[in-house]
Each structure stands twice: as C-alpha cells, then as structure tokens.
C-alpha cells in the first residue's frame, strides 16, 4: 500500500513491504528534493539532489531514476543508483546511457532503507542523447542451447536491452546498466555467431564470437533391426545433460546410458518409418550419422484363433511390430484398426465393425512403412455380416423385385420412372449393372423363376408380365396376367408359375403354363377370415407352394401349403407374432424357412418344416420391401423402408456360419 503526503514542496512515496502503515508527517524518515538537471548535452545529462534530512533509518540505496512520463512508480523506469549509506547534502550522477535524443524526461531522486523507499520531486528535462552501450566481455564464451550468458560493459539500459545470438533474439533475465544475464535461445543457429547488444535505439557488437557446442556421430551399432532395441552410438561431445537428446528421423529416443563418448538408446517407436537418420543433439545442435539405421519388416507368425466375432479380442504374435499401438495398423481385409495393446512381438487387437467382402479374411499389419500379410485366414463367425448397402438411387427409390439364380442374387431398383437392373456377386461382394426393366414403371412386383428364366410382373393395376433370360440378360414379354392387380405374389412348382392376388377376394388364384404362355385360372384362395385378411407373401418349398396370409384383427399368420399334384390347399400352423402384415422378407436355409418382422416389430421367426412348429430366432431391425435372396447357405437382405425411412443397408445371414 501507498500513501502520498505533501510536505514543504516535498513529495514523499512510502512503499511498505510487509504491512499497510499510515504516514504522517516525521522526521523518522530521509527526505530529499531532486535538482534541476545539469551539463545536458550529445553525450548525456546529470542528475542532482539534496538529502534534507537522514531520519533514523539508515539509507542503503540511492540514485535517480527517469522515465519518458510522469509516474509515481519506479519499477519500470530506467535507474541508475549506489548502494550503501549516504550523508545529507547534495549528490550527482552523470548519466550517459538509456536516453533519446530530443526525448522529454522526467527525472525523480530517490533513496532506500531497508523497509520504504522515499522519492523526491520530478523534475522535466529534455534529452539530446546519450552514448552507445558497448560490450567489454561475456561468460562463457562456449555454451550450449538453454545455457545462461553473462555480458560486462558499459551503457546499458536497467530496463530496455535486446540480446541478439547473431539473427536470433534471446531471453534477457537480468539487466543494469553494466551487467546483462540472458538465455541462449533454443533456435537452431550457426556455430560460431556475434553477440550484439540494443539499448534504445543504439547498439553494441562483440569482438569475439560466441561459440555452440555440436555433438558429433562416428557410428551406431547394429545397423538395423526393430523398435525398442538397444543401440549404441559413438562419437564425441555428448553432453550428460538434460539437454541431451537422441532423434531417428526427429523421434526423441531414450537414452539407457551416456557418457561423451557414447551412448546406449532403444530405438523410438515413434519413428514409424524404415529408414532412420540417427541424430544427436545437446540443446539443440545436433550432429547426425551419415549411415541409415533399417527397421526390420514386420512378420507375423501366429493368431489366437482361426473363428472370431466382431468385437472379440485376437491375439497376435510375431517380430518386428512397433511398441506404440497407434502405429500398427492391422488389416482384416478392407477393414483397417489400430491394436488396443502392443509391445515388439505381440499385438492384441478387437474384431473391426464395418463392411466385409468374404467371411474368409486375410489379416495383415501395416508399421513402419512396410506391410506384412499372414499366410491363412481367419473366418468371421457373426450370423449377420455387413455387405456394404445396395445400389443407390437416391431417397426416392425403392426395390422393384428380386430373386436368385445360381450363384447370384438379381434385382430391381425402382427410381426416377426407370427400373434399373442389377446382378450382385456374393463371391466378390460386387453389384453389377445389368440394364433397365423394359415393362410399366411400379414398385412391389413379384418374381418367379423357372428353370434359367425369371417370371415379373405385377402391382399398381398393371397386367403386363415379362421373362427374364437369366443367362443371356435379355428380356420379353408374356401373355398379360388377366386382371389388372394391386398386388401379387407367387412360386414356382415343376415348371409352372403360380400367382396368388394378394389383396384380392375372387379370381385371385392363377397358374401360368410356361409352355403354352397363358393363364389358368384356379379355385380361389380363401382364408379364414375372407373379409378382413390379405395375402402377404409366398414361395415354394420342394414340390409345393407355401403363403403366408393375415387372419385380420387376430394378427395372426394363417400359413398354407399348396399341393399342384392334387389342386388342395391344407392350412399349417399359423405363426403367432403380433406381425403386420406389408412385403416382408423370407427365405429359406438348411431346410427352414425364416420371416423377417416388418417395421412394427423385432422378432426374427423360423418355421420347421419337419414338425409344422415357429420359433422365434432373436430381434432383429424390421423392414418392408426390401431385397432379398439366397445364394447356396447364406441369405443377402437390403434396402426398403422402416417407419418410411428409406433403408440402404445390405448385410448377409447365415446362421451357421
């Protein structure tokens, strides 16, 4: 705290350091009065005061200070002082350092005691200079980066000095106006450079040079290998300081033992690359090897397990991997992650989430620029697998139809008033542009096939129906189916198609005779509940036809098997999941069929041939009018709609993978 008290043309400032003291008018304390300036000239000005009286204390410190405004506080202006006891009367200091030409000053007296400070009137003068600093010595002469220097002279400012290591300006930490403490810089620098000196505005420059300290490498032994080995390096000037750093390509190393002629390091895993400049620095010089150390590819040589799950843990050992896990990249394959633990010889890594071409995958590991793949692979035992999504068509799309043939799954994608064709390869986990449906534009057409040609057609009141030449990619169109239909669908059973009318209570059965490329109406489908349930799907299973219908509000599938030989339908048992009832997917494996929920539901149900019995699988993500088909065991789902929004996902099912 401060308090100012106005005295005979006095001012006095008391700066207590440990405790706020009133002042009051005393003779305890020294006071003083600053004289004009005298004998200003090119070169510089001198200071004069008078002490008035000494008080008690005794004085341990007194100068002038002077600053380009008129402030009550010292701690930033320029000062020039002695320290020790001092009698009353007048004293003068000649100053011919830290002052502007033709700059307006304002200079104030001051003595010290050991707990107050007391300054004198200011007094203004105008300043036509002063003399450059000029540098007389500095300690030591050789250093290193971060070291501290100590420069002797004359003419320095107490408050506004620049250090400069040739271009490079270092920290100065300490100041007078004879003595300068500053901080080698940490910029990289010549070897040998001139101090330089600036004090408002004029400067100073060493005779001599100061000079850096520079490691220097001879060789490093063994000349290649893998992270986290031990080198040795020899050579000269390794400092043992905590500045003293090992780099392979700028990647600090640490350093097991060093002394100054050589050094012990491991081989930092940070420096992810294959060829490394070994370098050695001490504060910042470095001196590097002219020789590369080579990092061993990696190799792995042997998995945890063969069968994984996404998201399970695989353990795999080998050589040559990097200690730091975010510098292995391990490949299963399109499917990239980093390992959650890694040392030289093992890495332990999760089963990547995302999209895979094959359940049979390589693994590989990316490190150090280099890539190693394994020679066997493992297989991907998750009973859902990613395959990517279907082709897009943007939001207003949706699937037109599908089926299988073979070793592919075929399909429709509806968009734009055109149905493009596609073939999809599970094999390859490819789609493959086959060209556009030639019929009417609709949505939810059904699809039959007959030996190497597929049967499609209805839905939206349209009655065209066409065959599709499976192996030549041709298509031509057939008899018209006799109604027009909001909705169909159907199967195939010894050669002949057969089509029920899904939301249709008479003239809803027909068959489609190949060979005579006409329809043949049958005795009406009818279900329990005639009125109020509808159709919602079917296929064919051995030599018969199977559907699937709703009982109305009971919600309830009604499912029914058809036998050609004998024209009969026979109801099994009805499947019991609150199920509604709008394109659903299905399929059939290992002699099962399976019905995927639509979007109001969850459960994955299976029917059992063998014993008429449902079961239901596990919860699944619901779908309408989606694609789907079955290639050998495996069944591909994708696309659709869930609550209406459009759905563009593709994933196999196999449950025994």
Known sequence: MKR???????????FCMSCQKDVVESQEYPRLITLEVANVTEEGATFNAEILTLGIHPIVEYGFSWDTVSTEY???SEKISRYGARSAGVFSFRSESALIKDQEYFVKAFVRTENLTVVGTTVRFHSKGSLPPEISAFDPTIANWGDTLTLKGERFSARENQVFLGEIEGEVVSQSDSLLKVVVPFEKNEERVKLMVKTIGQEAISRDDFIYRKPVV????????????TITISGSHFLNTESLKVTFNGQEAKILEASWQKLRVQAPGEANQKNLQLCVSANGLAGCSQDLFIVDPP???RLSQQEVKIGENLVIDGRGFNPLPNNNVVLFGQQSITPWNASSSRLEVGIPDGVYDSRDVTVGLQTAEQEHIFGSRIRIMNIWLNKGSIPDHGIFSGVAFSFSHGQYGFCGIASDNQITTYRYNPAANRWLKTGTFPGTFRFEMTAFVIGDDAYVGGFNGTQDFWKY??????????ADFPLPNMGMTSFAVNGNGYVVCTVSKSSNFWEYDVEADSWVKLSDFVQ???FQGSVDLGFSYGSKGYLLASSGPSKADEFWEYDPSIRRWKQLASQMNLQTYGKRSFFIIKNEFYLMPDSYNEYLCKYNFSDNKWFIVSRVEGREDGLCFTVEDATYIGGGHNYGKALKDFWEYNPHP
Do not use: C, S, Y
């Open 74 to 76: 010292m701690t930033r």
């Open 218 to 229: 001879d060789a490093f032994d063994p000349g290649h290998g893998a992270f986290g080995d």
């Open 528 to 530: 329990k509940d005639r």
């Open 4 to 14: 100012i008290l106005l005295l005979h043309g006095v001012l006095i400032f008391v």
């Open 469 to 478: 030449d499976i192996l030549n990619n041709t298509w031509e169109q057939v």
């Open 299 to 301: 190799v792995i040589e």
